[in-house]
Structures are given as C-alpha cells and as structure tokens.
C-alpha cells in the first residue's frame, strides 16, 4: 500500500512532536570515487573556525551545485559578535548544517523512511519521493538545520553533496571552494585520512554531544577553553 503525502497528512493530522535521543590537501577524485562504492565509511567533516574568514564561498557553492532555491539554505556562516577592543577586533564564524549524526534523531522519527543513513557512506539523506511533508524530522533535529524545499515540497538539508559532487568523485562543492581551506572531509573509519588525522592533531567540539547524537561535524575552536567532544 503507498503512502501519498496527502493520505499520510489527511491520517496524521496536526500532530507535530519532538523526540529525545539517548544518551594535506583535497582526496583524488579518483579516490573519493572508489571509497564511495566500498561501503563502511562514515563520511564526516572539519571546520577550521580559526581558517573561516566568514566569505561564505560555501555557502554560494552548495546553493549553486546542489540547485537550492532562494530563501532557504543548506549551508549557513555566522558571525559572531565582535570579540576584543579596537583596534584588536576579531570575529568567529561558525559553520550551521546537518551534523550528519550517527544517531540521527530525524531518522528515528521518520514514519515513512524517508529519512535515512546511508549504510556506506553514513550519510545523513532525505528521500525526496517518500517524504509526505510531515515535519516531524524538522521538530526532532536538536541542530534545527533542516527545512521545507520550496519546489519539492519535501524535507531538505546538507547531504555533503552526495548526489552531486560525490556522485562524480568530487569533494562536496563547499570544501572545494573553500579559500582558506577551513573544510576538511574524508572517511572517519580510516585513521589515516586527513579528517581522522587533524581531528588527533587539533583540539575539536561537536555541537550538542550531551544528547547522544553522535555528529559528524566536527569544529577546531575559535578561542580557547572547548574540549575535544
């Protein structure tokens, strides 16, 4: 029996709930070709926060590559308020996506499915055709990153590329574009990947651990004090 996004909402109604969760360079293409179709990966990534300029070339880029229409975005940059005294003004940019988590809230409360891991990549992802536009995968995300797409009418969110630039042996189209290389991605189960290394090498934080997502983003801090999460 299908499930038609007017029949699911027709049956569900308004009923909206949220869930706790229990506690040196760019790859070769060719590379990151192969490692896609190898399975047991868990794709993540890096935000150098003290590299972020704040450009917001990735920003550009995913909505570019990935088609993302205006009014809603994928990918967000924001600036702090200024920290310091004139003349000795600085800022932190912190990068505002899907934290691509192992424990993905989203997909537990999806009732059709069309939230899911990737069992290769473990990549976080929204099957378009299957989503009924429910929401509830938008009240349950604790990181509020994801949205409505405009013109498909279903769930929306960073999927790190995965049918785009990752599809064609790319790097996710905000890594590549990156001036300062503030972005590292790579596959966390090899200890040798860049991503492994720099995540042993710098002191890193990962957004809300305290609920048991397990997020896949991980940030080198800005200023001094965060603990490796």
């Given amino acids: 029996m299908t499930c038609s996004r007017r029949n699911f909402l027709a049956g569900a109604g308004a009923v909206i709930f949220t869930t706790?969760?229990?506690g040196s360079n760019l790859l070769g293409r060719q590379t990151l070709?192969?490692?896609?179709?190898?399975?047991?990966?868990?794709?993540?990534?890096?935000?150098?926060?003290?590299?972020?300029?704040?450009?917001?070339?990735?920003?550009?880029a995913c909505r570019e590559v990935n088609k993302v229409p205006e009014g809603v975005a994928r990918l967000q940059i924001v600036r702090s308020e200024p920290q310091g005294e004139y003349p000795n003004v600085d800022y932190q940019f912190t990068r505002i996506s899907c934290q691509h988590c192992d424990n993905a809230p989203c997909?537990?409360?999806?009732?059709?499915?069309?939230?899911?891991?990737?069992?290769?990549t473990g990549i976080v992802d929204v099957d378009g055709d299957k989503c009924v536009g429910c929401g509830y995968c938008l009240a349950a995300c604790p990181y509020q990153v994801r949205f409505f797409n405009p013109e498909t009418?279903?769930?929306?969110?960073?999927?790190?590329?995965?049918?785009?630039?990752?599809?064609?042996?790319?790097?996710?189209?905000?890594?590549?574009?990156?001036?300062t290389k503030a972005l590292t991605f790579g596959d966390l189960n090899d200890p040798n990947s860049k991503v492994s290394q720099l995540i042993k090498q710098k002191p890193v934080y990962r957004s809300k651990v305290e609920l048991g997502t397990q997020p896949k983003l991980y940030k080198v801090p800005h200023g001094k004090g965060e603990i490796k999460g």
């Fill in 20 to 22: 706790g969760v229990s």
């Fill in 33 to 60: 070709a192969a490692t896609m179709e190898d399975g047991a990966k868990r794709y993540g990534m890096v935000h150098d926060e003290t590299l972020c300029i704040g450009c917001t070339a990735c920003t550009e």
């Fill in 107 to 120: 997909v537990h409360v999806c009732p059709t499915g069309a939230a899911f891991k990737d069992p290769e």
């Fill in 153 to 179: 009418k279903s769930a929306d969110k960073c999927d790190f590329c995965r049918k785009t630039n990752l599809k064609e042996g790319k790097e996710p189209a905000c890594v590549e574009s990156c001036p």
